[in-house]
């Protein structure tokens, strides 16, 4: 018997903000695209990896992301961002990826409605 596959673990926007405001050293990586990103933001730093452009960034990712610190990761609904996620953990060998439930939006809607939805 096989174990399952390792998946991102979901935190939901509110846990999130409180581990940001009380100094946690999260990687926040937002995989939305540069259109998407001009629409709406996190008012905290992102690593911008767009998924279309992963051969731009592909080979620089062990010096985008250091792999003893948590990955949280951010779409702009939550599907892509558990996509990547779980690719993170299964061909790159990342610890602790978080996938940001409900992504942007979820931020929008429950935390920051200067945040435009989209």
């Given at each position: 018997?096989?174990?399952?596959?390792?998946?991102?673990?979901?935190?939901?926007?509110?846990?999130?903000?409180?581990?940001?405001?009380?100094?946690?050293?999260?990687?926040?990586?937002?995989?939305?695209?540069?259109?998407?990103?001009?629409?709406?933001?996190?008012?905290h730093?992102?690593?911008?990896?767009?998924?279309?452009?992963?051969?731009?960034?592909?080979?620089?990712?062990?010096?985008?992301?250091d792999?003893?610190?948590?990955?949280?990761?951010?779409?702009?609904?939550?599907?892509?961002?558990?996509?990547f996620?779980?690719?993170?953990?299964?061909?790159?060998?990342?610890?602790?990826?978080?996938?940001?439930?409900g992504?942007?939006?979820?931020?929008?809607?429950?935390?920051?409605?200067?945040?435009?939805?989209?």
């Amino acid at each position: 018997m096989t174990n399952p596959p390792a998946t991102p673990i979901a935190i939901g926007v509110g846990d999130l903000q409180a581990r940001l405001v009380a100094g946690e050293a999260i990687q926040l990586v937002d995989v939305r695209e540069d259109a998407e990103l001009a629409i709406a933001r996190l008012p905290h730093p992102v690593v911008h990896l767009p998924l279309s452009r992963s051969a731009d960034w592909l080979e620089q990712l062990n010096e985008l992301l250091d792999h003893d610190r948590p990955v949280a990761v951010l779409c702009h609904a939550g599907m892509r961002s558990w996509h990547f996620g779980c690719w993170l953990i299964e061909q790159r060998g990342y610890g602790q990826v978080w996938n940001i439930q409900g992504g942007i939006d979820a931020w929008s809607v429950e935390l920051d409605a200067t945040v435009p939805r989209y």
